[in-house]
Every structure is written in structure tokens, then in C-alpha cells.
């Protein structure tokens, strides 16, 4: 059992070492050293490694050249040659630089080709060679991947400025979370915290610049239950997390309830009063009372959302009393039956 166990290893050994031999090119003990990939973010440094590993019998570099592969076509980038030293193209001249010091000498040592982006770009982003050109050997190259990052920037909002409660019960999107022009895609998720059940609709899409935007859409009905109620938008971007909030505003019609009748309106009792209660947003701007197929007796003061009864209570004051109350969306109303034992 030992035995095959060791075998076992021997074999993932053999594989792992065949496949690093594969990927690094390597032709009768030369090979290109890179990275399997590499990421940055907009505006960061990040070095592309690329190292000549040598063995017996050495071979000589003629040449050292760095090439970027886009749209199916190669763009040099940077050379270095031993007799005529290092150049760097054009479009990269301010932010590309070969890392080893001894590369950029008069009697350079090529083995090390590292190139430095001092300052990356969203166009960076591609496949480039790192390509040597040796004698007797021939060429060997090799390449890597350069991923640009770009952070989104977060947005909440409500998508509305103003929510209105209606009673056909619409579903509607109440509030936005925007997470704009980050890199790469895929990488970017809006997730919701709240405590109103609701729906989501989340979608990504390409800008023009290669970025892309995650916009995701918080849908309820709107409602009384509803309003003052806040929403999270969680969105997280690689390993970071960004949160943001609103508050829902919501206008609804007055909700109203009567207060004041207890039951026991006795004849000729003292100091009763019924008040009209209304939760409402807007707050209520009118009240109004009414005595169902009847006037109000004039023993009664209105006084705004309250109805005084003035002096000891008569049979007269019997009947169900009304109470409208108006905010700018509507109005509702509630009643009351007063008896009088
Ligand atoms: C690749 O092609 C796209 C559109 O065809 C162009 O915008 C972009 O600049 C090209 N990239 C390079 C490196 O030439
Ligand atoms: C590098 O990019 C090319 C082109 O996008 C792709 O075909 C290849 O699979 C990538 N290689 C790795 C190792 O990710
Ligand atoms: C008010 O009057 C109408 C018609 O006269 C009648 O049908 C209705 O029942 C009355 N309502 C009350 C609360 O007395």
C-alpha cells in the first residue's frame, strides 16, 4: 500500500512538472518564466514577469522582445538587445520600464526581462508575449494575461422622488442601486437588506468604454406599511463591500379612526368629545364632520379633528357622526354611532 501511494504521488508529480513544461514552452532546457496571469487596477503599478532560464549548453540572447497581442494582431511594446540596448515603443515610453537595472545597462543581462506598467490602463488590458530570440537555439516565447480592474462607482437612490400609495395596488421600482463602470464583469453584485418583502430585477451592461454597469431596481407595491421603511443596497466588488441606504417616502390617503365614544354616553353626562384620529402623509389638511341625514346639533363645537359636546348630553345628540379627512393624495373617512342610555 505504501508503495503505490508513493507511486500515486510520483505520477501527480510527473503531471504537475510535465504541464509547467508545457506552459513555460521550454525547448531542449530553455523556457520562458511568466506569471499564469496577472490583475491590476486602473492607475496601479503591476510588473509583468518574464525570466530566460538557461541550461546546459547556455545559448546566447540576441534579443528581447515584448509584444502585445489585441484584436488578433501584435503590437511591440519593448525591446531589448544586447549591442543595442533597450526601446521602448511609443504609446508606452511614460509608463512602461524594464525592472532589472542590468537589462537597461551597456552590457546587459537579458535573463531577467521583467517589464513595469507604472500606471495602468483600461487598453492594457490583453495577452503579451515575452519573446527571446537566442542563438543557436532559436526563439522561445511565452505569454501572459493582463487583467484591468476598475472599481464601480456606488449609487442608491430612490427611482422616484415621490411614492404614492394607490389602490390598484401597482407594483412599481422604488429604489435604484447603481454600481457603474467597474472591471472585470462578473465581479460586481448588488445584493438588498431590508425588511419589506419586494422584488429584485438586477442588470448588467456593457459601457463603451469596456466597463461595465450593474444597475439593480428594489419593486414593491407601495403602501402605508411601507413608508418610512429603509432599504440597503450591499454591493460587493471583489473582496470589498460598499453599503448604502434609503429611506422610503411614501404618500398615502388618511387612514382614520374615531376616538371619544366609549359606550356609555348616559343622559345629561358632562365633557364628552369625539375626536377624529388620521395617520396620513401628507398630514391631514382638512377635517370635516357630519351627522348622517341630519345637522349638526348646534351643543356641539367643532374644533378642527374635534367634536365638543358642550353642557350635559341630550337624546338629541344620538346619530352616526362622520369625519372626512383630506390630505393632498385624498380623502377617507371614518364614522361613529353615538347612543345616548
Ligand atoms: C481593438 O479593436 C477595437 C474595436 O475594433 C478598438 O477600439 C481597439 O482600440 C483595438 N485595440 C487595439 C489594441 O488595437
Ligand atoms: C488568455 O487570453 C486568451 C484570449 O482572451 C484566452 O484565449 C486564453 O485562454 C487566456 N489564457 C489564460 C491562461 O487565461
Ligand atoms: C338616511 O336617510 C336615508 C334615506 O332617507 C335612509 O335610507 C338611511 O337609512 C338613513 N341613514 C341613517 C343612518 O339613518
Not at 60 to 83: C, D, E, F, M, R
Not at 111 to 136: G, Q
Not at 205 to 228: A, C, K, M, W
Not at 234 to 258: A, F, G, K, R, W
Amino acid at each position: 500500500n505504501k508503495c503505490s501511494a508513493q507511486l500515486k504521488l510520483c505520477l501527480i508529480l510527473a503531471f504537475c512538472l510535465r504541464s509547467m513544461l508545457v506552459t513555460s514552452q521550454e525547448v531542449n532546457g530553455q523556457r520562458v518564466e511568466m506569471d499564469d496571469g496577472k490583475s491590476g487596477y486602473v492607475g496601479s503599478k503591476v510588473d509583468l514577469r518574464c525570466r530566460f532560464i538557461n541550461s546546459n549548453p547556455p545559448v546566447k540572447i540576441s534579443q528581447v522582445t515584448w509584444q502585445k497581442l489585441a484584436n488578433g494582431s501584435k503590437q511591440n511594446v519593448a525591446i531589448a538587445n544586447p549591442s543595442l540596448g533597450v526601446s521602448v515603443a511609443p504609446p508606452y515610453r511614460d509608463r512602461v520600464t524594464f525592472k532589472n537595472a542590468a537589462v537597461r545597462r551597456r552590457t546587459p543581462t537579458l535573463e531577467d526581462t521583467t517589464i513595469v506598467f507604472s500606471s495602468l490602463r483600461l487598453s492594457d488590458e490583453a495577452t503579451y508575449i515575452c519573446e527571446y530570440t537566442t542563438f543557436p537555439a532559436g526563439n522561445r516565447e511565452n505569454t501572459v494575461n493582463l487583467t484591468v480592474y476598475v472599481r464601480p462607482t456606488t449609487q442608491m437612490s430612490l427611482s422616484t422622488p415621490t411614492l404614492v400609495a394607490r389602490s390598484s395596488n401597482l407594483k412599481t421600482p422604488v429604489a435604484t442601486c447603481i454600481s457603474a463602470n467597474g472591471k472585470p464583469p462578473g465581479t460586481i453584485r448588488n445584493r438588498w437588506e431590508t425588511r419589506v418583502p419586494g422584488e429584485v430585477t438586477t442588470r448588467e451592461y456593457i459601457n463603451s468604454d469596456g466597463t461595465f454597469t450593474v444597475q439593480s431596481d428594489y419593486i414593491l407595491v407601495p403602501s402605508r406599511e411601507t413608508h418610512r421603511e429603509t432599504l440597503t443596497c450591499v454591493t460587493t466588488y471583489n473582496e470589498e463591500v460598499y453599503t448604502d441606504s434609503v429611506t422610503l417616502d411614501i404618500q398615502y390617503e388618511p387612514n382614520v379612526m374615531i376616538d371619544g365614544f366609549d359606550g356609555n354616553w348616559y343622559l345629561n353626562r358632562e365633557n364628552v368629545q369625539l375626536s377624529c384620529q388620521a395617520d396620513a402623509n401628507p398630514v391631514v389638511s382638512l377635517y370635516q364632520w357630519r351627522l348622517v341625514n341630519n345637522s349638526i346639533p348646534s351643543n356641539v363645537e367643532i374644533r378642527d379633528n374635534v367634536l365638543l359636546f358642550k353642557g350635559p348630553i341630550t337624546y338629541e345628540v344620538q346619530g352616526t357622526y362622520v369625519c372626512d379627512a383630506t390630505n393632498s393624495i385624498g380623502t377617507s373617512s371614518a364614522f361613529v354611532e353615538v347612543s345616548v342610555l
